[in-house]
């Protein structure tokens, strides 16, 4: 038993060690400033730890009632090195975990003898410090539960606002307007969206302010282009910047986040700030223990021990049993029913449905890997079946796609496309539960996404956040109101979805002080509103881009590294330029929508270029630089 006791104060010690070393990491060292973990990491990892430390006594335990003898010798050595091995890991995640792990054995078989020799007083430290270790891991876990019922403390005391309309802002992560028949593509992908988009206003020539989830939404949030904000790919979006949901919160509004893009709208992103309710992973089967370093180190390991000896030994029952016990450590996406619901239940439990409610979901069932979850309906490819389509589908992010034939490609196209309709699914569900509920009577909701996806339409170009192009920029956009609201049913004019921020604050009633950068798209949208272009509202839809190095394959000539872009969109043209040598390219939307006729070198559309060219500079403050970017 004193074995146990060991094994479980070394367990907590060794937790409660690698929670501290990430934090550190993150705050000193580390140039990735997202956790990409759950806020719960400061509890769940030392619990984690303890169970692995408790297998490890148990054996030990397990070899000495076997009478093996030694068997505590090595058992009270492989703790001690185990005891500083996840510190080590998360400090220096460069180096090879073996190589810890064999550094973390020598330490401990040099100490734990010395520690042998004061045996009775290292027992009276460990005994006497047990509880200390126990109340920690305690305290740790009530710190987000304690935050939680104080941010929930503090909206119920706010006054209510009277006859505020709620609003309800979805965004579907990754939903090119391209390929939804609602805006002409060929196939019906979009039939629940389409019959929403009767009752409210579509928008035709919509824009995120960037073609990549945390830049698009910072600005949604914030009013701000992204060159104004902290947001990068390894930054989270900092609180110089008022957000939309801490001006409601202000203004006596329940607020709830419902995601399930946990790579760029997690808690750690920083767009959680001003919502009283979060609710970001979802842990899945296996998948918080994977935030123990250890538990996702082995795991790495395991998959590249499988994928080598089963390659070697051609074993693909071995490649496959690795990639399933993997799986269920990663089972952690979450998908729009799973989003739905958790919307729903927020509903039907608050503690005062009188309050006027913002909420703001995000569906990532779009986003790569194009993977349908096991009970939906692929409308249009085939659900993968050789390992060949299985692994196609899950790699396609860091696949070189100038490598994927055609018909690869068409399969990749395929499984978007059927993930885009089983949004639509989910949309259509969703609003069948709020309208019976009869929550639709007195929201606005505003459905949108932060971005397209490419397939290749321009050489090399793919993904996400790789181009300014219409392919990852023409984003849809529908609002519709409470009932008995009239909306003009079409608005064409180009918009910038950095309006969404100043939107949301006026139909909320407060606007008038709300102060956000931008224009209340809610003058388009109103019967009585003038012709499209003499509203005064659109200013051009600026976007702006630092391609990441990280995304797909780097190009070859050293001539197009990434540099940032910027784009403007007005009046049915597209205008992009890269900042490093100034490339520019001009596309008449209306009669080339595809962008594959750049008329830059014409003389017809100088005076255009000219005047897209200054306005990009004026929006800009000067040329975009990375540091600019990433202050
Ligand atoms: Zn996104």
């Not at 009632?65 to 010798?73: D, H, N, T, V």
């Not at 490609?409 to 569900?429: H, R, T």
């Amino acid at each position: 038993m004193a074995l146990l006791g060991l094994a479980l104060w070394c367990g907590a010690l060794a937790g409660l060690l690698e929670v501290a070393a990430v934090v550190v990491h993150k705050r000193f060292l580390d140039t990735n400033k997202l956790l990409n973990m759950s806020r719960h990491f400061i509890w769940l990892v030392p619990l984690t730890d303890l169970l692995i430390f408790l297998l490890v006594g148990l054996a030990g335990s397990a070899a000495l009632l076997l009478k093996r003898s030694g068997g505590r010798w090595v058992t009270v050595r492989v703790l001690g090195a185990l005891t500083l091995l996840p510190a080590l890991l998360v400090v220096f995640p460069q180096i090879y975990g073996l190589a810890w792990l064999l550094v973390a054995l020598g330490i401990s078989a040099r100490v734990v003898p010395i520690l042998e020799r004061h045996g009775a007083g290292v027992r009276r430290v460990t005994v006497g410090s047990a509880p200390i270790l126990a109340l920690t891991v305690a305290a740790l876990a009530a710190v987000p539960w304690a935050a939680d019922r104080m941010a929930q403390a503090r909206e119920r005391a706010r006054p209510i606002p009277a006859g505020s309309p709620n609003v309800l802002l979805i965004v579907m992560d990754t939903v090119a307007a391209d390929h939804l028949d609602l805006y002409g593509y060929a196939r019906p992908t979009s039939p629940a969206i389409d019959e929403i988009a009767r009752r409210g206003s579509r928008f035709d020539a919509a824009q995120p302010t960037s073609s990549w989830t945390l830049a698009s939404h910072a600005s949604m949030f914030t009013g701000r282009w992204p060159h104004d904000l902290s947001v990068g790919w390894h930054t989270p979006l900092d609180d110089a910047e008022p957000t939309v949901a801490e001006f409601l919160r202000r203004h006596g509004y329940a607020t709830a986040g419902f995601i399930a893009n946990t790579t760029y709208c997690a808690a750690d992103s920083g767009l959680g700030r001003g919502f009283t309710v979060y609710r970001d992973f979802q842990f899945a089967e296996l998948s918080p223990f994977r935030m123990a370093v250890m538990v996702r180190r082995s795991l790495e390991g395991l998959q590249v021990f499988a994928e080598t000896i089963g390659d070697t030994l051609d074993l693909g029952w071995l490649k496959s049993g690795a990639t399933r016990v993997v799986e269920r450590f990663e089972s952690d996406r979450k998908e729009a029913a799973a989003v739905n619901r958790e919307l729903l239940d927020w509903l039907a439990n608050r503690p005062q449905p009188e309050r006027p409610f913002f909420a703001f979901l995000n569906y990532f069932d779009a986003h790569s890997p194009y993977q349908l979850g096991p009970r939906r309906v692929h409308r249009f490819g085939v659900k993968p079946t050789e390992e060949r389509e299985y692994r196609l589908i899950r790699d396609w992010w860091d696949l070189d796609k100038t490598r994927v034939a055609p018909r690869d490609l068409a399969f990749a196209l395929d499984a978007y496309d059927d993930c885009v309709a089983s949004i639509d699914e989910q949309v259509g569900k969703l609003f069948d539960d709020l309208g019976r509920r009869g929550i639709l009577e007195h929201t606005w909701v505003i459905l949108l996404s932060d971005h397209g996806e490419s397939f290749g339409e321009h050489t090399g170009v793919y993904l996400h956040g790789s181009s300014l192009y219409q392919t990852e920029l023409h984003v849809p956009l529908i609002v519709v109101p409470p009932a008995g609201t009239r909306v003009r049913p079409l608005v064409a004019e180009t918009v910038s979805l950095r309006n969404i921020a100043a939107t949301i604050a006026d139909i909320a009633g407060p606007g008038a002080d709300s102060q956000f950068p931008g224009n209340s798209l809610a003058r388009l949208w109103a019967p009585s509103s003038p012709e499209p272009g003499n509203t005064g509202v659109g200013e051009g839809a600026l976007a702006e881009l630092v391609p990441n190095e990280t995304l797909g394959s780097p190009p070859a000539d050293p001539s197009r590294r990434p540099t940032p872009l910027a784009a403007l969109a007005e009046e049915g043209w597209s205008y992009i330029r890269r900042e490093g040598d100034r490339h520019e390219e001009l596309y008449h939307l209306r009669d080339d929508p595809k962008e594959q006729n750049n008329v830059a070198a014409s003389a017809e559309d100088r005076p255009r270029l000219e005047r897209m060219r200054q306005a990009v500079s004026r929006m800009t403050g000067g040329p975009l630089t990375t540091d600019r970017f990433n202050p």
